[in-house]
Nanobody, 118 residues
Framework: QVQLVESGGGLVQPGGSLRLSCAAS????????MAWYRQAPGKQRELVAT???????YYANSVKGRFTISRDNAKNTVYLQMNSLKPEDTAVYYC????????????WGQGTQVTVSS
């Protein structure tokens, strides 16, 4: 059974930084593409960033240049470094594991709250 556990959320002032972590249990972490999604109140869940098994990354336009996704396969962990945070980044952030084939995700974490406010 695979479990994804996020941590690192919290309250931060505009312009501040946070680093989210997602620790994965189970075997084979290194072969999967991992992603961070977020969902703000009253809005649909949106893709924030992805990192493939070989380190290729993708970012949503809204976070490009401010957020960095990375992974440490030895620790079964994926990270999201968030800099220059804005109030509109406020959301619950989820990590997810993509299926080996296709583009859907089969495992999700419970989410961690990020609030950007002065």
């Amino acid at each position: 059974q695979v479990q994804l556990v996020e941590s690192g959320g919290g309250l931060v002032q505009p312009g501040g930084s946070l680093r989210l972590s997602c620790a994965a249990s189970g075997d084979g972490f290194g072969i999967y593409t991992m992603a961070w999604y977020r969902q703000a109140p009253g809005k649909q869940r949106e893709l924030v960033a992805t990192v493939t098994n070989y380190g290729s990354t993708y970012y949503a336009n809204s976070v490009k240049g401010r957020f960095t996704i990375s992974r440490d396969n030895a620790k079964n962990t994926v990270y999201l470094q968030m800099n220059s945070l804005k109030p509109e980044d406020t959301a619950v952030y989820y990590c997810a594991r993509r299926k080996i084939t296709g583009t859907s995700y089969d495992y999700w974490g419970q989410g961690t709250q990020v609030t950007v406010s002065s």
